[in-house]
């Protein structure tokens, strides 16, 4: 069993903001089947690739406080580290990048660390590129809660089906064998 957790804001007024790759990751995964009730501290939906279940949680705390909902899912189902698997967004990378790896710091993103303060650090992140460019014009808060304009909304669809698909595939050799920078 692995746990996907897709890192988000709730709220409409979040939907379709950079900060909620995440989210729009997990939503492309179950094809927005997420149960109304809230179990973690989050949303959940279960879904099966090559006969494995995988547990996707879009914790509903807010990005700063996502290590409660992960920890709790963590513990309800007994896991490892190494069977957490979370999506985020970052700004370091370039847009529409893809980078995958294990362990590591928070980069500065809020939600990681979280995580990293309620499970330690020996996790599986996915991280989306959402670039950077207009970082020199806006704060950072500012940027990462804005939409997306109109020359990135075909990418980054884009980008969030490789995501999906490389998590839906991941169960073939493992996610360990992925764990490097897709563009």
Do not use: C
Request: avoid cysteine.
């Amino acid at each position: 069993m692995k746990l996907v957790v897709g890192l988000g804001n709730p709220g409409s007024k979040y939907t379709y903001t950079r900060h909620n790759v995440g989210f729009m990751v997990l939503d492309r995964l179950s094809e927005n089947d997420f149960s109304k009730q809230a179990k973690f501290d989050g949303l959940t939906s279960e879904v099966s690739f090559g006969g494995e279940k995988y547990i996707l949680l879009k914790p509903d705390t807010f990005m700063n406080l996502s290590g409660q909902s992960v920890q709790k899912a963590k513990k309800f189902y007994n896991l490892e580290n190494n069977d957490i698997w979370v999506v985020s967004d970052d700004f370091e990378l370039s847009f529409g990048k893809i980078r995958v790896r294990r362990g590591g710091s928070s980069g500065g993103h809020n939600g990681l660390g979280s995580i990293i303060e309620s499970i330690g650090d020996d996790f599986w992140r996915i991280r989306v590129g959402i670039g950077n460019e207009q970082l020199a014009l806006q704060s950072t808060e500012t940027f990462v809660l804005s939409g997306f304009n109109d020359e990135e909304k075909e990418q980054i669809l884009h980008t969030i089906g490789q995501t999906a698909d490389l998590i839906s595939k991941a169960h073939d050799t493992g996610i360990e064998h992925v764990s490097h920078d897709f563009s």
